[in-house]
């Protein structure tokens, strides 16, 4: 009986040992199988496979084969990849000074809001204690330096270091600079705005200038481009909409006294826009047109530009303001034509008076919802479309504290897989990939 029962176990280890075998012959003929059928794969469905990954993946993915890594290098699978990814918005707090209050400087921060409006801080090291974010277009974040400028991809955790222009204004400041994308022809442009001296000129009136200055990634040095006009309020918001950047200008004698103005990043031309009828406005072009106070921003919204209006109670001037406190009605006009400055009114919300708000700049509105501050340093969104919670629809988010709410800065942002080494003639610094956390990390 025993020796019955000795031959059956040897049977059945034999019989097991020769199904892991099969098996493994199986998993191995079906692995080749699988990679035969994804060498197969057309280039169009391919395209459409890898557009559906995240950065993360598709990283990891580039030293798969020489066809995977064409495809994920190929500018047009980057740029449809980028209009596929999720919209956050980015909330940007600057550093602050060491004081009697604050006994340590504190670096700045980065927050991260998803399409769910869920909070996450950004701590990657890309972002150094003294850099101050001006710009950032298809996943590209533009950081202002003392002495130089900074570009980096978080996602891939590449940076790109580039001088300053010649000849810039004593008194430099971060919102002088801009950054920007023309689709056309796949060039990213900085462009700087050449602040005048003063020379005894009213500290009451906004800067001035009879050029910017632009520099192309890839190209070597910045160069002069004439301007039509003077003067000049970037600091109310720049944004970079379909290979034009606009900002706002005062114009003597126009309707509120205001234009905006748009410059092609691909001819390098100026153009002037009328501003949408705004309430109160009868049209005139003579003086003051009779509206009332408003508070003027240039923001994007959807990939369109916008402009932003909403009362005020500030005695500052237009050109001082930053994030000023906003009080009732705030409408959100949308330029559906720039050849035939045609507006259209996307958006209109009453704001309390008795609790006046802040918006960030230049990007604070986001999937029909808009990101409020208050004067406690709570951070709020609203629904543009009406509806919604208790208290007029605001839904708070956190406190910024102690960050300064009207110093804030925000910014639309996706994760891209826009190279910086691509572009010869200036200096790669190389580092580990540091990735934005997931949302509500």
């Known amino acids: 009986m025993t020796y019955y029962r000795t031959c059956h176990a040897q049977l059945s280890k034999g019989k097991r040992c020769s199904q892991m075998a099969s098996d493994a012959n199986d998993a191995e003929q079906a692995t080749e199988h699988q990679l035969a059928s994804i060498s197969r794969l057309t280039p169009d469905v391919l395209h459409e496979i890898l557009l559906r990954l995240p950065v993360s993946t598709l990283q990891r993915l580039r030293g798969t084969c020489h066809q995977w890594r064409g495809v994920l290098s190929d500018p047009c699978f980057i740029m449809d990849h980028a209009n596929r990814a999720p919209e956050h918005l980015l909330l940007f707090l600057p550093r602050l000074e060491a004081s009697a209050s604050l006994k340590t400087a504190m670096p700045g921060r980065v927050k991260l809001f998803d399409e769910k409006w869920s909070v996450s801080t950004w701590a990657a090291s890309s972002m150094d204690p003294d850099d101050h974010l001006f710009a950032c277009c298809n996943g590209l974040l533009c950081f202002y ?51 005048e001296p003063r020379h005894g000129r009213s500290s009451g009136q906004p800067f001035r200038f009879d050029a910017i200055q632009v520099h192309t990634l890839g190209e070597g040095g910045w160069r002069d481009v004439r301007a039509p006009r003077e003067s000049c309020l970037v600091n109310l918001g720049v944004v970079n909409v379909d290979g034009a950047m606009y900002w706002l200008a005062e114009e003597e004698g126009a309707c509120c006294g205001v234009a905006v103005m748009a410059f092609d990043l691909k001819e390098e031309t100026f153009s002037s826009l009328r501003p949408p009828p705004l309430r109160g406005c009868g049209g005139a072009t003579d003086g003051p047109c009779g509206a009332p106070a408003l508070s003027y921003y240039v923001t ?21 303001r930053y994030n000023a406190e906003v009080s009732g009605r705030m409408d959100v006009w949308t330029l559906e034509s720039r050849g035939e400055d045609r507006w259209s009114l996307r958006y209109s919300v009453d704001l ?10 230049p990007c604070f509105v986001r999937g029909g919802k808009v990101l409020l501050h208050g004067r406690d340093g709570d951070a709020f969104c609203r629904d543009l479309r009406g509806g919604g919670e208790d208290d007029g629809g605001e839904v708070r988010l956190l406190n910024l504290r102690p960050y300064r709410y009207y110093e804030t800065q925000a910014y639309l942002y996706r994760e891209t897989l826009v190279p910086l080494d691509v572009y010869a003639g200036a200096a790669i610094v190389r580092s580990p990939h540091w990735p934005l956390p997931p949302p509500g990390s």
Do not use: M
Not at 300 to 317: I, N, Q, R
Not at 352 to 361: E, N, Y
């Open 352 to 361: 309390s008076p008795s609790a006046p708000r802040c918006v960030p700049q």
């Open 145 to 195: 330096r003392k002495y130089t400028l900074k570009i980096v991809n978080p996602a891939t955790g590449q940076r790109l270091h580039l001088s300053k222009p010649d000849g810039r204004s004593p008194r430099d400041l971060y919102y002088l600079y801009s950054f920007g994308f023309h689709p056309a022809t796949g060039e990213y442009k900085l462009v700087y705005f050449l602040r």
């Open 300 to 320: 994007e919204v959807e990939k369109k530009a916008c402009l932003v209006t909403a009362p005020f109670s500030s005695s500052a001037p237009r050109w001082r």
